[in-house]
C-alpha cells in the first residue's frame, strides 16, 4: 500500500469512531428528550410551555442553524477543491450563523429567566433548560472548534490532518441540526400547542 | 495531499445533494411550520404530522448532509445507527411507558378515580 491509501484507511477509522461518538450522543439526547415528554405536564405553578413560546423567534433560530448546517457542507466541498480562501469564507459564514444561533438562544434563555420563568421553577422548565440548553452548549463547543479549525487552516493550509479535523467537524455540525429539528418539532412546534 | 474521500461522488453530485437536502429540509419546516400557526390541520392530528414531518427531515439530512447509507460494504456506520435507534426507542418509549403507568397506579388524588372509571369497581 501507499501511503495515499494508508492514510485515507486511517481516516476511515477516525470517521467512523467518531460516527459512533455522535450515535451516542444521540443517546444523550435521547434522555433528555425522554426526561422532558415525562416531565412536560408537570408546571408547578409555572407556566405552560405553550404560555412560553415564541414561534416565529424560534422559526428565524431554525433557519440559522439549518443555513449554517449546509454551509458548512459548502466549506467542506470548497476545501476538497483546494480552494482555501473560499473555504475559510464559508467558515465564518458557518460561524456567524452558528453565533446568532446561539446568541438568539441566550436571549431566549434571558427573557424567560427575567420573567420569572428560570429553570428552578417548574420540572417542566428545568426538563426544558436542561434539553435545549445542553444542544446550545454543543453549538457553542462547536463555534470554538471553527476558530480552532480557522487558525489551523491559516497556519497549516489545507493539509491532511486539517482536512481530516474539517470532515469531523461538519459531521458534528450536521449532526447538532438533525437534533435540533427534534427540538424545534417536539419541544417548540409541539410544545405550542395549547 | 490525496484529497479525502468520503464517497466516490464527483463533486457536482456532492453539491447538488447539499443543495437538495438544503432545500428540501427548508420546504418541510416551512410546511411544518404553517401547519402548526395557520391551523390548517385539525389540532388532534396537527401533532402527529408535525412528527412525520420531522421524521422526514433527519432522514433527508442524515442521507444528504451525513452520506448515510452512501458507504461500501461492510455498513459499519448504518449498524451503529441502527443499534442507536434501537437504544433510543427502548430509551425514550419505555421511559413514558413506565411513567404513564407509575402516574395511572401511584397518584394519590387520581387513584380513586382511576380504580372507580376504569376497573369497574365503586364505593
Redesign the interface.
Known amino acids: 500500500m501507499n501511503e495515499a491509501v494508508i492514510t485515507t484507511h486511517q481516516n476511515d477509522k477516525t470517521y467512523f469512531g467518531f460516527w459512533t461518538y455522535l450515535m451516542t450522543d444521540i443517546v444523550l439526547f435521547a434522555t433528555l428528550f425522554a426526561t422532558y415528554a415525562v416531565l412536560k405536564n408537570g408546571v408547578a405553578h409555572g407556566p405552560s410551555s405553550h404560555q412560553i413560546i415564541d414561534l416565529p423567534f424560534v422559526l428565524i433560530e431554525t433557519i440559522l442553524l439549518l443555513t449554517s448546517s449546509f454551509m458548512s457542507g459548502l466549506a467542506l466541498l470548497a476545501a476538497r477543491a483546494g480552494k482555501r480562501q473560499l473555504t475559510a469564507a464559508l467558515l465564518v459564514i458557518v460561524f456567524g450563523l452558528g453565533a446568532g444561533f446561539v446568541g438568539m438562544e441566550l436571549s431566549e434563555f434571558a427573557k424567560l429567566a427575567s420573567e420569572g420563568h428560570g429553570w428552578q421553577v417548574s420540572a417542566f422548565l428545568s426538563a426544558f433548560f436542561t434539553l435545549v440548553g445542553t444542544h446550545g452548549l454543543h453549538i457553542t463547543a462547536g463555534l470554538l472548534w471553527i476558530i480552532v479549525l480557522g487558525m489551523q487552516i491559516g497556519r497549516f493550509g489545507l493539509s491532511s490532518s486539517v482536512m481530516r479535523r474539517l470532515t469531523l467537524f461538519t459531521m458534528f455540525w450536521h449532526f447538532l441540526d438533525v437534533v435540533w429539528i427534534a427540538i424545534f418539532t417536539i419541544v417548540y412546534l409541539m410544545g405550542s400547542l395549547a | 495531499?490525496?484529497?479525502?474521500?468520503?464517497t466516490t461522488k464527483p463533486?457536482s453530485r456532492?453539491?447538488l445533494g447539499?443543495l437538495t437536502?438544503?432545500v428540501l429540509?427548508?420546504i418541510l419546516?416551512g410546511v411544518?411550520?404553517i401547519a402548526?400557526?395557520e391551523q390548517l390541520i385539525p389540532?388532534n392530528a396537527?401533532?402527529a404530522f408535525?412528527?412525520k414531518?420531522?421524521i422526514i427531515?433527519?432522514a433527508v439530512?442524515?442521507i444528504f448532509?451525513?452520506h448515510l447509507g452512501q458507504e461500501s460494504r461492510p455498513r459499519?456506520?448504518l449498524t451503529?445507527?441502527f443499534?442507536?435507534l434501537a437504544?433510543?426507542v427502548i430509551?425514550?418509549f419505555g421511559?413514558?411507558w413506565i411513567?404513564e403507568n407509575l402516574n395511572y397506579n401511584m397518584m394519590p388524588d387520581q387513584m380513586d378515580q382511576h380504580i372507580i372509571n376504569d376497573e369497574g369497581v365503586h364505593h
Open positions: 495531499m490525496k484529497p479525502i474521500v468520503a463533486k456532492l453539491l447539499y437536502g438544503f429540509s427548508l419546516t411544518a411550520y402548526v400557526t389540532s396537527v401533532g408535525v412528527v414531518l420531522a427531515q433527519i439530512q442524515l448532509f451525513l459499519w456506520k451503529v445507527f443499534f442507536m437504544v433510543l430509551l425514550v421511559s413514558l411513567m
